[in-house]
């Protein structure tokens, strides 16, 4: 049986390996955006893109798809202000998008719905940087149709080292659970900071 020398086997590895990752990293989505183009095209959560969303203590999140539209059925077993506070079922900002957004006023869009079992009345949506808080819930009523729910959040601070966008349903027993089928964010006006 052929054996190769050791001399002649550790290159041909290495390359193989360096191949191998060079091929992996080729294959995945690396749009680089700059913080002008995050600031004129704003932020977009929808589709596969609803997978980035993490939930807190208190709610649970399902992914599901009716024809061709993917949303998320977010759940809420207690309120923002029972046990652990939390923002709720949120979208973290990368630093790159903090750093293109801070020290703007922006605007947030949400396309929600009240769930077909269990529907809450309403969803709390909350813009979590420094300086904004569990106080700063904003209720929104929502109907058996997706609408738009607009959200303004002008931050006292311009230098964010975090940024969340929180939604939170009504929480009543057995009327808990809202459809999400997109966030957007939108850089509007610098603040004077």
Partial sequence: ??????????????????????????????????????????????????????????????????GETQFLRIQAERGPFDGIQSAGAFFALTPDELTALSGHRVRIVIRARQAGTQPAEGLRVNFFVPGIGQDSWQRETLSGDFTEIVFDSAPEQCDWQFGY?????????????????SVDLTALEPLSC
Avoid: H
């Avoid at 749009?31 to 596969?48: A, K, V």
């Avoid at 929180?166 to 027993?173: C, S, V």
């Fill in 1 to 66: 049986m052929f054996s190769l020398p050791d001399w002649a086997f550790y290159p041909i590895a290495a390359a193989a390996c360096a191949a191998m990752i060079a091929g992996a990293l080729s294959l995945g989505e690396s749009t680089y955006r700059t913080p002008e183009d995050i600031r004129t095209q704003g932020l977009t959560f929808e589709g596969d893109r609803l997978n980035g969303v993490t939930t807190g203590n208190g709610l649970t999140v399902e992914f599901l798809a009716e």
């Fill in 165 to 181: 966008i929180g939604l939170w349903p009504d929480w009543a027993f057995e009327a808990n659970t809202v459809d999400v089928v």
